[in-house]
């Protein structure tokens, strides 16, 4: 029967979430513990995070023997094979012909920045900012909504031939003393989010403004190209309706 589970992951554990060649990866982790219950399966991720990039709502499908028809067991039992840094939270029956990439409509993410210096104990989570202009990132992060060839938006190196992609919704807010980006859209091109998060703090702090996002959006001219770290990167939510 297929599965469909929803996880969570600290990706500063990690390799990335994608099965490597003698890498540490969270793929690798989830196969290993099927594998300690005698399950041979393949795993299908709804995407991909890289390195140092965490979820709290990462899914996956894979099939697994009719027989493990109690999911609370199933999940108590695999999450006391996996390491720490990996819990899995919910598992639903889903068809056969479910696809955890290609059925999913939309992939909400959140990055998360804070005014206060960071600690030993947290700098792996969130990203320092000295100092945001809440009204400005409000304003600038809307630009981002609607269909755009974000060719000027993604790692180098990993050039797509259709770099076209839809924003369905942003929004910039602050959260007790945490400020959130959030981003929903139907697929995003490698290290997109952290290109544009990376332009709207450079918004931010003045040294960049909208019309010069609206000039790279809009492929006029490549101004910017410094994604942010990837560890105040969460992959949060993926919606199937």
Known sequence: MNLKFTISYDG?????????PSKITVEDELLRAFKSINIDTKIVLSGRTDRDVHATGQVFNCFVPNYWEDFYKLKEILNKRLPNSIKIKDIVKVKDDFHSRFSAKKRIYRYIVTTKPTTPFNSKYITYIKNIDEPLLRSAIKEFIGVYDFLYFQKTGSQKEITKREIFSTKFYKYRDIYVFKFCANSYLRSQIRLMVGFLLAINDKKLNINDLKQ???CEKCIFKTPISPNGLYLAKIIYK
């Open 12 to 20: 500063s554990s990690f390799l990335g979430s994608q099965k490597q």
């Open 216 to 218: 790279q959006l809009n």
